[in-house]
């Protein structure tokens, strides 16, 4: 399952879906089609219901309820869109059993993530990590999230012992120029406890905020 998962970060990484602040069309670009219309596939083949595409690019899905009873409707959501950064050709690179020394992420241009400027990679010494060549963003925020919420589902299926009742999940646009949610309907989601996935626990939104010239 973490092959999975990281295959599908890895997969989604390298689409470019950056939301554009000046534009004036809904979603803001239209590459976040181009994940869109991947994810809807996805969702498909992984056996999903009610998959659907709205006119902007949302994407929706449900996991039913493999017990009886009255239960709560989970829903998890990602978004699609990256931050204003370069988002173009984008290299992830795998680090595996992460040595906490300084990561050369491009020899060419010399660039150079450093422990000293970012000691909360102290906190990742034995973990895997993905980074880029240095002359893009990753495109993590939020596209570990889909990836994570995807692969929970994968989990799920192939394991009905574990018992919920349904899931919706929900892939959204335009998160990082601030208009995305003015797009989505609520009330169609029709979920009574619903959560953003977060790429980052505490630790690592610690790193993330001191690594500003780094996005994510």
């Known amino acids: 399952m973490r092959d999975r998962l990281l295959d599908r970060l890895i997969k989604y990484t390298k689409i470019n ?19 869109a219309n991947i994810l809807v596939e996805e969702c498909k083949g992984l ?10 690019g949302i994407v929706t899905a449900t996991l039913p309820a493999n017990v009886s009873g009255n239960y709560p409707t989970v829903g998890f959501i990602a978004h ?12 992830p690179r795998v680090i595996e059993n ?22 909360n990679l102290k906190n990742y010494i ?27 589902m994968e989990y799920l299926i192939e394991h009905p ?6 899931i919706r999940i929900a892939f959204t646009i335009d998160e990082e120029i601030g208009t995305g949610a003015e ?11 619903h959560t953003r996935l977060m790429v980052e626990l505490q630790e690592r939104w610690n790193l993330r905020h001191s690594m500003q010239q780094v996005p994510l």
């Open 126 to 152: 034995g973990k895997t990590l993905v980074v880029t060549d240095g002359l893009t963003l990753l495109g993590a925020d939020n596209k570990a999230g889909i990836a994570n919420i995807l692969t929970a």
């Open 98 to 119: 992460y040595d906490g020394t300084d990561i050369l992420l491009n020899e060419e241009h010399n660039i150079i993530t450093k422990v000293s400027d970012f000691p």
């Open 47 to 56: 056996g999903l219901s009610d998959v659907e595409m709205d006119k902007y």
């Open 17 to 35: 879906t950056r939301s554009n602040p000046y534009s004036k069309t809904i979603p803001s670009s239209e590459n976040q089609f181009d994940l």
């Open 161 to 166: 012992e574990i018992k919920h009742g349904n």
């Open 183 to 193: 797009s989505f309907d609520v009330e169609s989601f029709n979920a009574d406890l």
């Open 80 to 91: 699609m869109d990256t931050a204003d950064f370069n988002s173009e050709n984008v290299k």
